[in-house]
């Protein structure tokens, strides 16, 4: 198994542009979510989704979308970036949307708006 | 909603001394309390995690946290760390409500 992965691994963006961050995972996991990490902040929960076509907003979903089609899929879209958007991104899975499932964590994506 | 605590941001360790990395978390309703570790320019991976039953915890690397609910807290030891345990360390509680929330992180360096 490949576990979860991410693409790209760094982008530079200017701020207006729009992009997709990619990730996927191969373990039949029903919840996915996406992070954004900043320094002395942890982790903090843009979105997530329960299963294929559910999706809800997290602690900071401003300026972010995603989409869940498909099982193994779950991209990030930026509508149109700002510098505040500056950070590490990352994609996790887990085997249930209940919470004792442990959280498998992708490489992150490092994404710096100028 | 839950939220979690971490008191030291950064703890410098010599190799082979113990480390303790101190967590503290609240919420109203039973909580399953984790700890990732991040190497540097990785992702997060799992150290340990408490669920229920003995409120000691053992996990990977020779780590080990303890699970006080009077206290809300859950704190993770090593009696001797080495070099190559220089990362991050995040304690996170979740209480089913499907949403995991994390501490700010602790930046352990162990130094020869």
């Known amino acids: 198994n490949a576990g979860v992965t991410q693409t790209p691994k760094f982008q530079v963006l200017k701020t207006g542009q729009s992009m997709t961050l990619q990730c996927a995972q191969d373990?039949?996991?029903?919840?996915m979510s996406w992070y954004r990490q900043d320094p002395g902040m942890g982790l903090r929960l843009i979105h997530y989704?329960?299963?294929?076509?559910?999706?809800d907003q997290g602690e900071v979903p401003n300026g972010y979308n995603v989409s869940r089609s498909t099982t193994e899929d779950f991209p990030l879209r930026l509508l149109s970036a700002a510098p505040s958007q500056t950070s590490v991104y990352f994609c996790a899975s887990r085997k249930g949307r209940e919470g004792f499932y442990e959280q498998y964590f992708g490489p992150g994506t490092r994404l710096t708006v100028t | 909603a839950q939220s979690v605590t971490q008191l030291d941001s950064q703890v410098p360790v010599f190799e082979e001394a113990p480390v303790e990395l101190r967590c503290n978390y609240s919420s109203s309703v039973s909580v399953y309390l984790f700890w990732y570790v991040q190497y540097p320019n990785q992702g997060l991976q799992l150290l340990l995690k408490y669920l229920s039953g003995s409120t000691l915890v053992k996990g990977i690397n020779g780590f080990e946290a303890e699970f006080n609910k009077s206290q809300t807290s859950f704190h993770l030891r090593k009696p001797s760390v080495h070099i190559s345990d220089t990362a991050e360390y995040f304690c996170?509680?979740?209480?089913?409500?499907?949403?995991?929330?994390f501490g700010a992180g602790t930046t352990v360096t162990v130094r020869a």
């Open positions: 373990m039949n996991h029903e919840y």
């Open positions: 989704s329960v299963g294929a076509g559910i999706t």
């Open positions: 996170a509680v979740s209480d089913n409500d499907y949403k995991l929330s």
